[in-house]
Nanobody, 124 residues
Framework: QVQLVESGGGLVQAGGSLRLSCAASGHTFSSYAMGWFRQAPGKERELVAV????????SYADSVKGRFTISRVNAKDTLYLQMNSLKPEDTAVYYC?????????????????WGQGTQVTVSS
């Protein structure tokens, strides 16, 4: 079983940048495909981006494509989300999630392990 801890959230002005990190422990990080998801107040949790076990394959929500970049460093057991050109509609709690196996999927139900989330607030 893997434990996940997100960090890097905060308050930023529209147009700014943040980098989220997700530190994994308890199991071999490279055994997992990973994802970032987010949940805004009053809305359902949604996909942001996912990445395969070795980083070769990624997939993004249309709303963040071209602005966000998901990456991972298996030697550091860490997942990242670089967020640029942030918009007020990006305001949400951001969660990292892990799925045992090499292949990333956009299906949220497939991710077995979740972090506690980190708040991102973008002011206009």
């Amino acid at each position: 079983q893997v434990q996940l801890v997100e960090s890097g959230g905060g308050l930023v002005q529209a147009g700014g940048s943040l980098r989220l990190s997700c530190a994994a422990s308890g199991h071999t990080f490279s055994s997992y495909a990973m994802g970032w998801f987010r949940q805004a107040p009053g809305k359902e949790r949604e996909l942001v981006a996912v990445i395969s076990w070795n980083g070769d394959n990624t997939s993004y929500a249309d709303s963040v494509k071209g602005r966000f970049t998901i990456s991972r460093v298996n030697a550091k057991d860490t997942l990242y989300l670089q967020m640029n050109s942030l918009k007020p509609e990006d305001t949400a709690v951001y969660y990292c999630a892990a799925r045992l196996g090499p292949t990333a999927t956009r299906q949220m139900w497939a991710y077995e392990y979740w972090g506690q989330g980190t708040q991102v607030t973008v002011s206009s």
